[in-house]
């Protein structure tokens, strides 16, 4: 730092503002000491400021698993979020339980962490390492961490309302998991506007967020005239299984889906689907955590990210 301050004719500490990227230097001398800095190869050295600092600048991330599709947008989207506030970012998984998770962070001394959606089940009853801030993606509020979550309730809502206004008589459900808070919230959504149309709701059928656990439902569900899907891969499984027992989609069966996955334009048919915004999710995740570390005002109860109905041929 010393040489990048003699190279550019400023001071020490006028360096330190320009790494830190402080608003209190002027364009013409911030250009001098990146040029500087470009020219002599200088890079912060993390360790020594996380020694005169007390962070780390690396958060944590803690899942469950990568095999659907909204935890590995959130993966990539959390670390690009986390990158443009100046944070690394650390993968750990919870197959060992997110107490294990959580004590291999606290070894790394990360400053926080964010914990996505399966993985949030276990944040009530597991100790965390004092000090440990957490935000935790997918979980009721609760007194110990922030909560940041799409609108499930919201979307699920639109989606059966969507289907009610196409003349079904009730609309069915492919739930996911019991114990997930998403699929909790989505299964409530869906109740809720039957009950309030004075439609009868029948018995949820269960998945496991998978497309194969949605062509299992097949058969339970080929009698239907409407089905909400709590996520796209499982409506991919349902369509296959639905075509394999001669149902059209939609003259026979309307199916919708959520999450908006990449590839559910592509379905046959296009997928009617509620969107989830992964950035903008990932974005207020990393804030709230952000702030949690650097002492700002934290959010005092839930952050909820607005969802998106999106027809498409599959319920027309």
């Given amino acids: 730092m010393a040489q990048v301050a003699a190279r550019a004719g400023v001071s020490g500490q006028t360096v330190s503002r320009v790494v830190n990227d402080s608003p209190r230097v002027d364009p013409d001398t911030r250009t001098r000491v990146e040029k500087a800095m470009d020219e002599l190869g200088y890079r912060p050295h993390r360790a020594a400021r996380a020694l005169r600092t007390g962070r780390s600048q690396t958060i944590g991330l803690v899942v469950t698993t990568l095999a659907t599709v909204g935890n ?76 940041v979550h799409s609108d499930h309730a919201g979307g699920a809502a639109s989606a059966t309302a969507h289907l009610i206004s196409l003349g079904h008589s009730t609309v069915h459900h492919l ?57 796209d891969q499982m409506a991919l499984g349902l369509l296959r299984a ?24 592509n379905y046959r048919p296009p997928l009617t689907t509620i969107r989830q915004d992964f950035t903008a999710l990932a974005h207020r995740a990393v804030d709230a955590l952000v702030a949690e570390i650097e002492g700002a005002d934290a959010a005092s109860g839930p952050v909820v990210v607005p969802t998106l109905l999106v027809e498409r041929a599959s319920t027309r």
């Fill in 72 to 147: 590995s947008r959130m993966l990539q989207a959390t670390a690009e979020a986390a990158a443009e506030r100046g944070y690394a970012l650390t993968l750990v998984t919870a197959s060992n339980g997110v107490a294990a998770a959580f004590q291999s962070l606290a070894e790394q001394e990360v400053d926080g962490a964010i914990v996505l959606n399966e993985a949030s089940a276990q944040v009530a009853t597991t100790q965390r390492p004092r000090g440990l801030r957490l935000v935790v993606v997918d979980a009721q509020t609760d007194a110990g961490f922030v909560a």
């Fill in 175 to 231: 739930a996911g998991p019991v114990d997930s808070f998403a699929a909790a919230e989505r299964e409530r959504g869906w109740r809720e506007t039957l009950v309030a149309a004075g439609l009868a709701a029948p018995v949820p059928i269960r998945g496991d967020w998978s497309a194969e656990s949605g062509y299992a439902a097949g058969e339970a569900l080929a009698a239907a005239s409407a089905v909400f899907c709590a996520n």
């Fill in 242 to 265: 639905l075509a394999e027992r001669g149902r059209r989609v939609p003259e026979d069966v309307a199916v919708i889906g959520f999450d908006d996955v990449p590839d559910a334009a």
